[in-house]
């Protein structure tokens, strides 16, 4: 299971605790009240709301929990932010070509022009660069090493596109 899907499913477990735990609460006070009032609650009076300080402890734990999928929200956009390949490489079929990795590495199909590599990885190396991350974190280290596949990708995808480049790198004087 990925890390997105859990964290949805934690979400939902969460408000629905909650959900739970305020629907209980509202059917206690009921059966309380109705209780006092000797049944009349259920012959069709008005049941008194419960008192202030209790309807503001269940708006401030709703209000919690807002706060706290709003926040995961956050934290799994950034993610896919960092890793946009993830999906297209979850989808992509399987392909004969020995630069189909690289290609899914930079999020283009196989096949694509020189033009349209050289913009995923313009966009790719800014998006990945590990100077955007505190120094020392884990988002750093995992900033260098997707930059790494994203540079051994392009380099790949550029000898194999463009062989005289390769060449006059090897010729001797």
Known sequence: MSIPDRLGRLGKAYVGAIKDKIESELSEREAAVSELDGGEARR????????ASELSDLDSLMRRAEEKIAAARQGLEAREELAPTAKAAAVAPVDTNPLA??????????GA?????????????RRSDPKRFPEGSQEQAQAR?????????????????????????????
């Open 44 to 51: 069709g009076k008005a049941v008194p709301p419960p008192p």
């Open 101 to 110: 990795s690289d290609y899914r590495v930079l999020g283009l199909s196989a």
């Open 113 to 125: 022009s020189l033009a349209e590599v050289q913009a995923a990885y313009d966009d790719l190396t």
């Open 145 to 173: 090493r997707i930059l790494e596949r994203v540079i051994l990708a392009y380099d790949n995808i550029r000898r194999e596109n463009n062989p005289t480049e390769d060449r006059f790198a090897k010729l001797e004087l």
